[in-house]
C-alpha cells in the first residue's frame, strides 16, 4: 500500500509537522507499506518530494531555497508570495494537483497540525477525492480545533465546570481595555490563562499571574497575534537590534509570523518590516500595530486550574470501543507550559501514570473515554486536562493529530499496552480505513484494502525474528543511543531488538518495551526491581487484543539477571557505551 506521508502546511506548527512526517517515513513498516513523502507549502500546494529533504534540519533549509532567501534573513515561503505562481524547483520536488492523488497514494498519512491541518480542511479535500487519510474525520477535526467549542462541549459530555469568557478583537481595539481587566478579575480571578482559540501545540498562550494591566494586555495581544511597537523603543534600537526583531516576528515559534498587516498595507518580508517603522516614525507617529494576516478574531480565557497537568492518550480496538491509555504526567519545569517549553529539551518532565491514587487515574481514563467518544472523535486523539487536590478532573485542548516525534506522549502510552512507533504508525493507519469505511464513501474499495492489510499483517505477526541484543550503559547518552537503535530495528522488522541494561553496580536487567520509551535513563533505573503499576497493568489488561493484532505477545516485566550469561541467546550484540 503507498502511504503519502503529509507534512508541512500553512499552519504555525510546521516545523514540529516536519519532525513527524520523518518520523512516519523512517518507522513505516516497509513491509507493508511503500513510503511517499508529501510535503504541503506555505501556500497549500502538494510537492512530492524526494526523500533527501527530510534530512535537511528546517523546512527553511530547502524552501524556499538559499538563493531565494535575499539580504540575510531565514524566511518562509508566504515572505516570498512571487513563489506562488513559480515552478516547483526540480531538486525539491514535483508539483501535484489533488485529481492526481490516487496516481501517487492509496491513503494519506496525516503529520500536519494546527488550521487548515486539523480542522477538517485537508480532511475534507481527501474524502471528496475518495482517498482514505489517517486519524479523526470531519467532525471530529472541526471540533478539536476549536477551544471555544470543546469547553462547551466537554462540560456537555462529563459534567465538568470551568469558568470562561471570550474577548472579540472587535471589543478589544473598541472597549476600554483596564475597564475589561477589571471585569475578567472579578469574573476568573487571577491567575487568568489567555488562549488562541484554533491553534494546537499550545502555541498562543499566555498566563496573566501578576494583577498588573500592562502584563495582561501583553498577553491578550500575543494571543490575537498582533505586536504593539512603541517609537521610544524603536529608536533605541541598533541595526543590529532591527534585524534581530525582523527576523524574530519571521520565526514562529516566537513572532507573530508574515505576513504582518498595519492600518495602510501587507508587509511580506522582514527588510520592508524595518523599512516601514523607521518611516512611520520618522514620520511622527507613537505607537504601530503589527497584525498576523493569520490573526485570531476572539481569544479565550478561562480561570487558572490548580492541580496535576496530564496528558492522556485516546485509541479505539479493533471493533471500535475506546480505550483511554495511560494519563501521563507532565511536571513543568518551565512555568507555562507553551509551544517552546513543549518542544525544549529539559523544560518538562513526563510521569506515567499520574503520582495519585489507582482511582483517581481510572477517573481520569474514564473522563477521557467519555469525551473522545461524545466529541465524536475516533481513530486517535490526545486530550490535556488537570487533576485537582479534591479529585476533580477537569479536561481540555483535544488534539486530534498528536506530535509524532518517536518520544512523543501518544507513543509512551501506546508502548505500555505493548505497540512500538512502528506497530502504532500500523495501527493508525488500519485504523483509520476501518472508520473511513463507516463514512459510506468508497466503501467497498476500502474493504478490499483493508482485507488485504489485515492478511499480509496477520502472516507478519506469525514470523519469529531473530533477535539482536542491545547492551546498554546506566548514563544518558547510553540510553538515547539505545532508544535510537532499538527504534530503528524495530522499524526494519530483521531482527527482533532486546535491550538489556548494565547498571554501574554490575546488576543486568532485560528490559521490556515501555523502558525504551523514558526520557531519561535514571527513570528506568527506577523502575527496576519496582512492581508495575496497577494502572498500567490494567489498561495493558484492556488492550491486549489490539497490541496481540500487531505484534503478538508482549512481555511488560523487567528481568534482573545476576550475569550476563543468564541472557537469552541472541544473535549478535551491539555495545553502546
Known sequence: ???????????????????????????LDKSLFEPVPIFVDSFGRFIRVATDVLYTNSI?????????????????????????????????GTLLLPHEFGQHFDFAFLAMHGPDCEDGA???????YRIPYSGPGLMGSSVGIDKILQNEMIALANGQQKKTAVLTHEAWQRQNRQDLFTHLKGDLGMPIVVKAPHQGSSIGVAIVQQDEFDVFEKAINQCFFQLEVKADEWSGLSEKDKKEFAQRTANLNEGIGFPVVTSELIIYHPAALIEYLDGRFAFGESTVMLSSQNAEDQVLLETFVQGQEFSCGCIQLGNGQVLALP???????????????KYKPGATRKRIPVATTYENNRKIQENIATVFGRLGMNVCARIDGFLTADGDVLLHDPNTIPGMSPTSLIFKQMAEIGLNVTQAITYFIRQSIRERIRTGKDTWGLRFLLEDMDGKIRAKVKQTLPMKGILLRDNDTSYAQ????FSRMSAEGIYQPLPVLKTSSG?????????????YVEDVVHSCGVERDAVLTETAREGQSLASWYGGATEFEIKRLTAFDELP???????VN
Open 1 to 27: 500500500m503507498r502511504i503519502g506521508i503529509f507534512f508541512g502546511g500553512p499552519s504555525r506548527e510546521r516545523e514540529i509537522s516536519f519532525s513527524g512526517g520523518k518520523t512516519a517515513f523512517e518507522h
Open 60 to 92: 527553511r533549509d530547502f524552501f524556499p531555497t538559499t538563493y531565494q532567501q535575499p539580504e540575510g534573513y531565514q524566511v518562509y515561503a508566504e515572505s516570498l508570495p512571487e513563489l506562488a505562481t513559480q515552478p516547483v524547483p526540480e531538486e525539491i
Open 122 to 128: 485537508i480532511q475534507g479535500l481527501l474524502e471528496w
Open 327 to 341: 494519563p501521563t504526567e507532565v511536571i513543568k519545569v518551565e512555568e507555562v507550559f507553551d509551544f517552546n517549553s
Open 482 to 485: 539505545a532508544r535510537l537503535l
Open 507 to 519: 546488576e543486568y536487567y532485560q528490559l521490556p518495551l515501555p523502558m525504551m520509551f523514558k526520557d
Open 569 to 575: 541467546e541472541v544473535e549478535d550484540w551491539i555495545m
